[in-house]
């Protein structure tokens, strides 16, 4: 069972477009959903992160929207350039376990 | 601050031959430690996790094993390699009893059976 659901699988932006990435969850005991963004042939890393207690949260051109009655976060690029163009990973943490769990991926693509 | 490293980089393997992935966690003490496999450069597979020396979690049957013999080593391993085993692994570690557990990920290793 798909504990955290991500869409869509590949985004194909122009250059400055703001692309949207989106996760939903069913378990309320998740209480921290980062995002993390892996380029080819490497390791993901920690892009930026919410706690459920605030619904939105701005570092640089990333803005996490966080709905917490629905269920779902959303990841929003500003102004997307080329070199954005990689692989995005949602995440939630199981309170209980301390796991993280991990969304399935989005290939994004900003197109020069 | 705090460096993982992970080896080797690239490794090609028979089927049926052993394997052994190293990885060490440099700048701090009593980490988290995981092992995880992405397949075709899509989701991220939780393997093992261990919260101390010797303690070892597995999260899916499979051919692999892992062990931490050391506070800051984790070793990924098998006795026989499937074609399956195929695929790119990756290290992590977090801090231990922090909440938020932000997982930190090493820059991988990527495994060809063949």
């Known amino acids: 069972q798909q504990q955290v659901k991500q869409s869509p699988q590949s985004l194909i932006v122009q250059k400055g477009g703001i692309p949207i990435i989106n996760c939903a969850y069913e378990n309320t005991a998740f209480d921290y959903f980062p995002w993390y963004q892996q380029f080819p042939g490497k390791g993901p890393a920690l892009l930026i992160a919410?706690?459920?207690?605030?619904s939105e949260k701005k570092e640089g051109r990333f803005t996490i929207s966080f709905n917490k009655s629905a269920k779902q976060f959303s990841l929003h690029i500003m102004d997307s350039q080329p070199g954005d163009s990689a692989t995005y990973f949602c995440?939630?943490?199981?309170?209980?376990?301390?796991?993280?769990?991990f969304g399935q991926g989005t290939t994004l693509q900003v197109k020069p | 601050s705090q460096t993982i490293h992970q080896w080797p980089a690239t490794l090609v393997q028979p089927v049926g031959s052993p394997l052994s992935l190293e990885c060490t966690v440099e700048g701090t003490s009593n980490p988290n430690l995981y092992w995880y496999r992405q397949a075709a450069g899509r989701g991220l597979q939780l393997l093992f996790y261990s919260v101390g020396i010797g303690q070892i979690s597995s999260e899916v049957p499979q051919n692999l094993s892992a062990s931490r013999p050391q506070d800051r080593q984790f070793i990924l391993s098998s006795k026989k390699l499937l074609l399956s085993d195929s695929g790119f692994y990756l290290c992590?570690?977090?801090?231990?009893?922090?909440?938020?557990?932000?997982?930190?990920f090493g820059e991988g290793s990527w495994l060809t059976v063949v």
């Open positions: 995440a939630v943490n199981d309170g209980n376990t301390g796991k993280l769990i």
């Open positions: 992590a570690w977090s801090v231990q009893g922090s909440s938020g557990n932000t997982i930190y």
């Open positions: 919410i706690r459920p207690d605030v």
